[in-house]
């Protein structure tokens, strides 16, 4: 690292939503439901999943 004149050399990386584990067989266990009303509760709307985020970085200090 001393030839190419680097001091701190720090990569990383995160995934959020990258498995769902479990029995419900709609698209997303959380459900959502498109009003408040509190007499359907957890009504699943056939709601989208949440989106995968894959974020990668690399922190260099020259």
């Known amino acids: 690292m001393s030839r190419i004149k680097i001091s701190t050399l720090r990569v990383f990386g995160t995934v959020n ?4 584990l479990t029995n419900y067989t709609g ?3 959380d459900v959502t439901a498109r009003r408040s009303d509190p007499l359907t509760p957890g009504v699943d709307f ?3 999943p949440r989106s995968r985020t894959w974020v990668f ?3 260099v200090t020259f």
């Open 17 to 20: 939503n990258l498995a769902t």
């Open 27 to 29: 698209y997303d266990p």
């Open 46 to 48: 056939a709601a989208y």
């Open 57 to 59: 970085g690399v922190n």
